[in-house]
Protein backbone atom coordinates (compact mmCIF):
# COMPACT_ATOMS: atom_id res chain seq x y z
CA UNK A 1 0.00 0.00 0.00
CA UNK A 2 1.25 3.29 -1.02
CA UNK A 3 1.33 5.82 2.05
CA UNK A 4 1.39 9.04 -0.46
CA UNK A 5 -1.94 7.93 -2.18
CA UNK A 6 -3.10 7.24 1.48
CA UNK A 7 -2.26 10.37 2.75
CA UNK A 8 -3.83 12.09 0.01
CA UNK A 9 -7.35 9.98 0.35
CA UNK A 10 -7.66 10.54 4.14
CA UNK A 11 -8.96 14.69 3.89
CA UNK A 12 -11.00 13.48 0.94
CA UNK A 13 -13.02 10.65 2.87
CA UNK A 14 -12.65 12.98 6.12
CA UNK A 15 -14.58 15.82 4.15
CA UNK A 16 -17.88 13.33 3.60
CA UNK A 17 -18.04 12.51 7.22
CA UNK A 18 -21.06 14.20 8.85
CA UNK A 19 -21.81 12.09 11.60
CA UNK A 20 -20.20 10.71 15.60
CA UNK A 21 -20.72 7.46 13.85
CA UNK A 22 -18.86 8.45 10.70
CA UNK A 23 -15.84 9.40 12.71
CA UNK A 24 -16.07 6.67 14.02
CA UNK A 25 -15.92 3.72 11.53
CA UNK A 26 -13.19 6.33 9.73
CA UNK A 27 -11.38 5.56 12.99
CA UNK A 28 -11.73 1.79 13.29
CA UNK A 29 -10.80 1.94 9.34
CA UNK A 30 -7.25 3.80 9.64
CA UNK A 31 -6.11 3.24 13.57
CA UNK A 32 -8.48 0.00 14.90
CA UNK A 33 -6.48 -2.66 15.54
CA UNK A 34 -6.97 -4.12 12.34
CA UNK A 35 -6.66 -1.19 10.98
CA UNK A 36 -4.48 -0.06 7.64
CA UNK A 37 -1.95 1.48 10.10
CA UNK A 38 -1.65 -1.23 12.37
CA UNK A 39 -1.42 -3.57 8.63
CA UNK A 40 1.85 -0.89 7.72
CA UNK A 41 3.19 -1.06 10.95
CA UNK A 42 3.22 -4.90 10.82
CA UNK A 43 5.15 -4.79 7.86
CA UNK A 44 7.64 -2.66 9.13
CA UNK A 45 10.10 -5.71 10.39
CA UNK A 46 10.35 -7.47 6.96
CA UNK A 47 11.42 -4.10 4.79
CA UNK A 48 15.53 -4.09 4.86
CA UNK A 49 17.16 -1.59 6.76
CA UNK A 50 17.59 1.06 4.84
CA UNK A 51 13.99 1.04 3.98
CA UNK A 52 13.09 0.83 7.47
CA UNK A 53 13.35 4.37 9.12
CA UNK A 54 11.70 6.22 5.74
CA UNK A 55 8.90 4.37 6.02
CA UNK A 56 8.79 4.29 9.89
CA UNK A 57 8.52 7.83 9.57
CA UNK A 58 5.87 7.88 7.10
CA UNK A 59 3.51 5.49 8.65
CA UNK A 60 4.41 7.91 11.92
CA UNK A 61 3.28 10.73 9.82
CA UNK A 62 -0.13 9.26 8.84
CA UNK A 63 -1.07 8.61 12.26
CA UNK A 64 -0.39 12.07 13.52
CA UNK A 65 -2.22 13.23 10.38
CA UNK A 66 -5.06 10.91 11.30
CA UNK A 67 -5.47 11.85 14.91
CA UNK A 68 -5.39 14.93 14.17
CA UNK A 69 -8.07 14.70 11.56
CA UNK A 70 -10.04 12.88 13.90
CA UNK A 71 -9.94 15.48 16.65
CA UNK A 72 -11.42 18.08 14.38
CA UNK A 73 -13.99 16.22 12.69
CA UNK A 74 -15.20 15.40 16.46
CA UNK A 75 -15.12 18.65 17.87
CA UNK A 76 -16.82 20.15 14.66
CA UNK A 77 -19.88 17.86 14.65
CA UNK A 78 -20.39 18.60 18.28
CA UNK A 79 -19.78 21.94 18.12
CA UNK A 80 -22.79 22.07 15.46
CA UNK A 81 -24.94 19.97 17.21
CA UNK A 82 -24.67 22.40 20.42
CA UNK A 83 -24.81 25.81 18.19
CA UNK A 84 -28.11 23.57 17.37
CA UNK A 85 -29.76 24.07 20.40
CA UNK A 86 -27.77 27.03 22.09
CA UNK A 87 -26.68 30.66 20.46
CA UNK A 88 -23.28 31.29 21.49
CA UNK A 89 -24.34 34.93 20.99
CA UNK A 90 -23.41 36.77 24.23
CA UNK A 91 -25.52 39.84 23.58
CA UNK A 92 -24.40 41.04 27.33
CA UNK A 93 -20.41 40.58 26.28
CA UNK A 94 -19.49 44.87 25.89
CA UNK A 95 -18.74 45.79 22.21
CA UNK A 96 -15.73 46.98 20.63
CA UNK A 97 -15.63 50.51 20.70
CA UNK A 98 -14.51 52.52 17.72
CA UNK A 99 -12.17 55.02 18.28
CA UNK A 100 -13.77 59.09 17.35
CA UNK A 101 -11.23 61.52 15.90
CA UNK A 102 -11.91 65.15 17.02
CA UNK A 103 -10.69 68.02 15.81
CA UNK A 104 -6.94 69.59 17.22
CA UNK A 105 -7.40 72.25 19.79
CA UNK A 106 -5.87 74.58 18.26
CA UNK A 107 -8.55 74.31 15.83
CA UNK A 108 -11.58 74.11 18.59
CA UNK A 109 -10.08 77.45 19.97
CA UNK A 110 -10.33 78.99 16.56
CA UNK A 111 -13.89 77.60 15.95
CA UNK A 112 -14.85 78.86 19.04
CA UNK A 113 -13.59 82.62 18.66
CA UNK A 114 -14.64 82.57 15.45
CA UNK A 115 -18.58 81.65 16.37
CA UNK A 116 -18.09 84.60 18.84
CA UNK A 117 -17.46 86.92 16.80
CA UNK A 118 -19.98 85.79 14.32
CA UNK A 119 -22.74 85.41 16.42
CA UNK A 120 -22.44 89.65 16.77
CA UNK A 121 -22.14 90.30 12.93
CA UNK A 122 -18.63 89.75 12.36
CA UNK A 123 -17.78 87.61 8.50
CA UNK A 124 -14.79 85.01 8.30
CA UNK A 125 -12.35 85.98 6.08
CA UNK A 126 -9.71 84.26 4.99
CA UNK A 127 -6.23 85.73 3.23
CA UNK A 128 -2.98 83.74 2.04
CA UNK A 129 -0.34 82.29 4.20
CA UNK A 130 2.29 83.86 1.00
CA UNK A 131 1.63 87.68 1.20
CA UNK A 132 3.67 90.62 -0.45
CA UNK A 133 5.86 92.42 1.41
CA UNK A 134 3.21 95.67 0.89
CA UNK A 135 0.36 94.08 2.62
CA UNK A 136 2.31 92.46 5.60
CA UNK A 137 4.27 95.78 6.25
CA UNK A 138 3.76 98.87 3.95
CA UNK A 139 -0.01 98.84 3.70
CA UNK A 140 0.00 98.49 7.48
CA UNK A 141 2.05 101.73 8.12
CA UNK A 142 5.02 99.49 9.70
CA UNK A 143 8.29 101.43 8.15
CA UNK A 144 11.06 100.28 5.88
CA UNK A 145 12.91 100.73 9.24
CA UNK A 146 10.91 98.16 11.48
CA UNK A 147 12.79 96.04 12.81
CA UNK A 148 10.04 93.13 12.07
CA UNK A 149 10.78 93.62 8.15
CA UNK A 150 14.43 92.28 8.83
CA UNK A 151 14.97 88.70 7.72
CA UNK A 152 15.58 87.43 10.61
CA UNK A 153 12.28 88.47 11.72
CA UNK A 154 10.43 87.45 8.77
CA UNK A 155 10.80 84.44 6.16
CA UNK A 156 11.09 86.30 2.59
CA UNK A 157 10.65 84.15 -0.40
CA UNK A 158 14.28 83.34 -1.85
CA UNK A 159 12.87 83.30 -5.79
CA UNK A 160 10.53 85.95 -5.50
CA UNK A 161 11.76 89.33 -3.95
CA UNK A 162 8.95 91.14 -2.57
CA UNK A 163 6.71 88.14 -0.98
CA UNK A 164 7.10 85.85 2.36
CA UNK A 165 5.17 84.29 4.47
CA UNK A 166 2.89 86.26 6.23
CA UNK A 167 4.16 87.15 9.88
CA UNK A 168 0.63 88.25 10.92
CA UNK A 169 -3.13 87.91 10.15
CA UNK A 170 -3.20 91.78 10.04
CA UNK A 171 -2.30 92.13 6.43
CA UNK A 172 -6.16 90.38 5.72
CA UNK A 173 -7.34 94.21 6.87
CA UNK A 174 -5.41 95.57 3.66
CA UNK A 175 -6.70 92.81 1.24
CA UNK A 176 -10.76 93.80 2.52
CA UNK A 177 -10.62 96.84 2.97
CA UNK A 178 -9.49 97.00 -0.46
CA UNK A 179 -12.01 94.57 -1.61
CA UNK A 180 -15.21 95.74 -0.13
CA UNK A 181 -16.60 99.20 1.20
CA UNK A 182 -17.61 100.19 4.75
CA UNK A 183 -19.24 99.15 6.57
CA UNK A 184 -16.76 96.25 7.38
CA UNK A 185 -16.85 93.38 10.59
CA UNK A 186 -14.18 90.83 9.66
CA UNK A 187 -12.67 88.24 11.63
CA UNK A 188 -9.84 86.37 10.28
CA UNK A 189 -8.06 83.14 11.71
CA UNK A 190 -5.29 81.63 9.95
CA UNK A 191 -1.60 80.51 10.10
CA UNK A 192 1.54 82.81 10.39
CA UNK A 193 5.32 82.37 10.50
CA UNK A 194 7.94 83.64 12.34
CA UNK A 195 11.88 82.68 12.18
CA UNK A 196 11.78 81.86 15.86
CA UNK A 197 13.67 79.53 17.57
CA UNK A 198 11.21 77.06 18.70
CA UNK A 199 11.25 76.71 22.20
CA UNK A 200 8.20 76.05 25.20
CA UNK A 201 7.11 79.74 24.26
CA UNK A 202 8.02 80.02 20.39
CA UNK A 203 6.98 78.03 17.36
CA UNK A 204 7.93 79.15 13.87
CA UNK A 205 4.28 78.85 13.12
CA UNK A 206 1.83 79.33 15.14
CA UNK A 207 -2.00 80.93 14.38
CA UNK A 208 -3.69 84.13 14.89
CA UNK A 209 -6.97 85.52 14.86
CA UNK A 210 -7.64 89.17 13.50
CA UNK A 211 -10.38 91.65 14.24
CA UNK A 212 -11.79 94.60 12.36
CA UNK A 213 -14.47 96.94 12.35
CA UNK A 214 -14.95 99.80 9.82
CA UNK A 215 -17.97 102.05 10.13
CA UNK A 216 -18.94 105.74 10.84
CA UNK A 217 -18.45 106.43 14.26
CA UNK A 218 -16.92 103.59 15.51
CA UNK A 219 -15.30 104.81 18.85
CA UNK A 220 -12.67 102.98 21.20
CA UNK A 221 -15.38 101.85 23.46
CA UNK A 222 -17.13 99.55 20.81
CA UNK A 223 -13.57 97.24 20.66
CA UNK A 224 -13.90 97.64 24.42
CA UNK A 225 -17.19 96.16 25.07
CA UNK A 226 -16.40 93.60 21.75
CA UNK A 227 -13.78 92.29 23.43
CA UNK A 228 -14.91 91.84 26.86
CA UNK A 229 -18.23 89.85 25.35
CA UNK A 230 -15.26 87.79 23.84
CA UNK A 231 -13.20 87.52 27.06
CA UNK A 232 -16.12 86.84 29.13
CA UNK A 233 -17.31 84.12 26.98
CA UNK A 234 -13.82 82.12 26.53
CA UNK A 235 -12.61 82.41 30.59
CA UNK A 236 -15.73 83.20 31.78
CA UNK A 237 -18.10 86.17 33.56
CA UNK A 238 -16.00 86.92 36.23
CA UNK A 239 -12.69 87.44 34.33
CA UNK A 240 -11.58 91.57 34.65
CA UNK A 241 -9.52 93.09 32.00
CA UNK A 242 -7.55 96.18 31.45
CA UNK A 243 -6.12 97.94 28.86
CA UNK A 244 -2.44 98.79 28.59
CA UNK A 245 -1.33 101.82 26.18
CA UNK A 246 1.34 100.42 23.56
CA UNK A 247 2.53 100.96 20.26
CA UNK A 248 1.20 99.42 16.98
CA UNK A 249 2.58 100.98 14.02
CA UNK A 250 -1.24 100.26 12.47
CA UNK A 251 -3.32 101.71 15.24
CA UNK A 252 -3.58 104.65 17.45
CA UNK A 253 -4.25 104.69 20.28
CA UNK A 254 -2.71 101.18 20.55
CA UNK A 255 -3.35 98.77 23.41
CA UNK A 256 -2.37 95.45 24.79
CA UNK A 257 -4.94 93.93 26.50
CA UNK A 258 -4.79 92.07 29.63
CA UNK A 259 -6.86 89.79 31.05
CA UNK A 260 -7.05 88.63 35.37
CA UNK A 261 -4.76 85.77 36.06
CA UNK A 262 -7.36 82.91 35.47
CA UNK A 263 -5.08 80.82 38.27
CA UNK A 264 -4.57 83.39 40.81
CA UNK A 265 -7.71 85.77 39.92
CA UNK A 266 -5.45 88.41 40.02
CA UNK A 267 -3.31 88.27 43.07
CA UNK A 268 -0.11 86.93 41.41
CA UNK A 269 1.26 83.42 41.23
CA UNK A 270 3.60 81.77 39.01
CA UNK A 271 1.59 81.44 35.88
CA UNK A 272 1.06 85.50 35.59
CA UNK A 273 5.05 86.09 37.19
CA UNK A 274 3.09 87.71 40.48
CA UNK A 275 1.42 90.50 38.13
CA UNK A 276 -1.81 89.10 38.47
CA UNK A 277 -2.60 89.87 34.82
CA UNK A 278 -1.88 88.07 31.79
CA UNK A 279 -1.55 89.70 28.03
CA UNK A 280 -4.32 88.21 25.40
CA UNK A 281 -3.95 90.62 22.76
CA UNK A 282 -3.50 93.95 20.68
CA UNK A 283 -5.58 96.02 19.73
CA UNK A 284 -6.52 100.11 18.91
CA UNK A 285 -8.61 102.26 16.46
CA UNK A 286 -7.27 101.68 12.61
CA UNK A 287 -4.50 104.28 11.81
CA UNK A 288 -5.33 107.22 9.33
CA UNK A 289 -2.16 105.92 7.32
CA UNK A 290 -4.25 102.34 6.87
CA UNK A 291 -6.78 103.48 5.62
CA UNK A 292 -5.16 106.09 3.16
CA UNK A 293 -3.73 102.64 1.84
CA UNK A 294 -6.90 101.32 0.72
CA UNK A 295 -8.74 104.41 0.03
CA UNK A 296 -11.03 104.79 2.80
CA UNK A 297 -11.55 108.44 3.70
CA UNK A 298 -10.37 108.42 7.99
CA UNK A 299 -12.77 111.78 8.22
CA UNK A 300 -15.68 109.67 7.72
CA UNK A 301 -14.78 106.14 8.66
CA UNK A 302 -13.20 105.03 11.99
CA UNK A 303 -12.76 101.60 12.81
CA UNK A 304 -10.95 99.34 15.46
CA UNK A 305 -8.51 96.66 14.98
CA UNK A 306 -7.26 93.92 16.90
CA UNK A 307 -4.68 90.49 16.90
CA UNK A 308 -4.43 87.67 19.39
CA UNK A 309 -2.60 84.20 19.05
CA UNK A 310 -4.81 81.25 19.46
CA UNK A 311 -1.87 78.65 20.97
CA UNK A 312 -1.57 82.06 23.99
CA UNK A 313 -5.68 81.52 24.41
CA UNK A 314 -5.35 77.83 24.55
CA UNK A 315 -2.39 77.11 26.48
CA UNK A 316 -4.04 80.11 28.91
CA UNK A 317 -7.51 78.41 28.87
CA UNK A 318 -6.04 74.71 29.20
CA UNK A 319 -3.31 75.61 31.59
CA UNK A 320 -0.61 74.23 29.33
CA UNK A 321 3.23 75.23 29.37
CA UNK A 322 4.75 74.15 26.07
CA UNK A 323 3.77 75.80 23.08
CA UNK A 324 5.45 72.72 21.20
CA UNK A 325 2.69 69.88 22.51
CA UNK A 326 0.14 71.44 19.79
CA UNK A 327 2.51 70.25 17.27
CA UNK A 328 4.05 67.18 18.00
CA UNK A 329 0.77 64.98 17.45
CA UNK A 330 0.89 62.71 20.59
CA UNK A 331 -2.48 61.42 20.54
CA UNK A 332 -1.65 61.09 24.58
CA UNK A 333 -1.99 64.99 24.48
CA UNK A 334 -4.55 65.48 22.14
CA UNK A 335 -7.01 63.32 23.58
CA UNK A 336 -7.53 65.30 26.46
CA UNK A 337 -9.58 68.09 24.58
N1 LIG B 1 -0.44 92.02 14.24
C1 LIG B 1 -0.06 92.07 15.63
C2 LIG B 1 0.98 91.00 15.91
O1 LIG B 1 1.08 90.06 15.19
C3 LIG B 1 -1.24 91.87 16.52
C4 LIG B 1 -2.16 93.05 16.48
C5 LIG B 1 -1.98 94.08 17.35
C6 LIG B 1 -3.17 93.10 15.54
C7 LIG B 1 -2.80 95.19 17.34
C8 LIG B 1 -4.00 94.22 15.50
C9 LIG B 1 -3.80 95.26 16.42
O2 LIG B 1 -4.99 94.31 14.62
O3 LIG B 1 -4.64 96.33 16.38
O4 LIG B 1 1.67 91.08 16.89
Same mark, same amino acid.
Given at each position: ?90 ? !? ?8 ? &??? =?? +????? @? %? ?121 ? !? ?8 ? &??? =?? +????? @? %? ?80
Amino acid at each position: MDIEIILSQIEEEAKNIKSLEGIEQFRLKYLGRKGIVAQLTSTIPSLSCQERASFGQKVNSLKNKLAVLIEDKQKGIAGNKEDAQVSYCDI !GMPGIAQEIG &HLH =PI +TQITE @E %VCSIFSRIGFSIVEGPEIESEYNNFTGLNIPLEHPSREAFDTFYLKDYPKMLLRSHTSPVQVRAMKAHKPPLAIIVPGKVYRPDAVDASHSFMFHQVEGFIVDKGIKFSDLKGVLELFAKTVF !GDGIKMRFRP &HFF =PF +TEPSA @E %VDISCIICKGKGCSVCGQKGWLEILGAGMIHPNVFKHVGIDSKRYTGFAFGMGIERIAMLKYGINDIRLFFENDVRFLKQF
